[in-house]
């Protein structure tokens, strides 16, 4: 099992810019792909993005492609998340996620989350 650690969350204006991290630690944290899947209020968890194990490709959700860039830092097992042009519809909890592939953090049930999350709020 993969333990992830996510930071950076807070409260920002539409428009603006934050950076999510998530530092994985234990058995596949160097070999897993990593993403990020977040949950509105009142909404079920949806897939945000993802990158495969060495960083070389990358997978977004259609309504954050152009606004979101995640990246990952492999000598740390460090998966960030730059999220600029954020809207009011990006308010939710995101989770950091692991899986042995980009695709099981898409289909996002069953997939190994972090713990609590990091909350993100964009205001109008």
């Known amino acids: 099992q993969v333990q992830l650690v996510e930071s950076g969350g807070g409260f920002v204006q539409a428009g603006g810019s934050l950076r999510l991290s998530c530092a994985a630690s234990g058995r596949a944290a160097s070999t897993n792909a990593m993403g990020w899947i977040r949950q509105a209020p009142g909404k079920e968890r949806a897939f945000v993005a993802a990158i495969n194990w060495s960083g070389t490709t990358t997978y977004y959700a259609d309504s954050v492609k152009g606004r979101f860039t995640i990246s990952r830092d492999t000598a740390q097992n460090t998966v960030y998340l730059q999220m600029s042009s954020l809207q009011p519809a990006d308010t939710a909890i995101y989770y950091c996620?692991?899986?042995?592939?980009?695709?099981?953090?898409?289909?996002?049930?069953?997939?190994?989350?972090g713990g609590k999350g990091t909350l993100v709020t964009v205001s109008s």
């Open positions: 996620a692991s899986d042995p592939t980009w695709v099981g953090i898409r289909r996002v049930v069953g997939v190994n989350y």
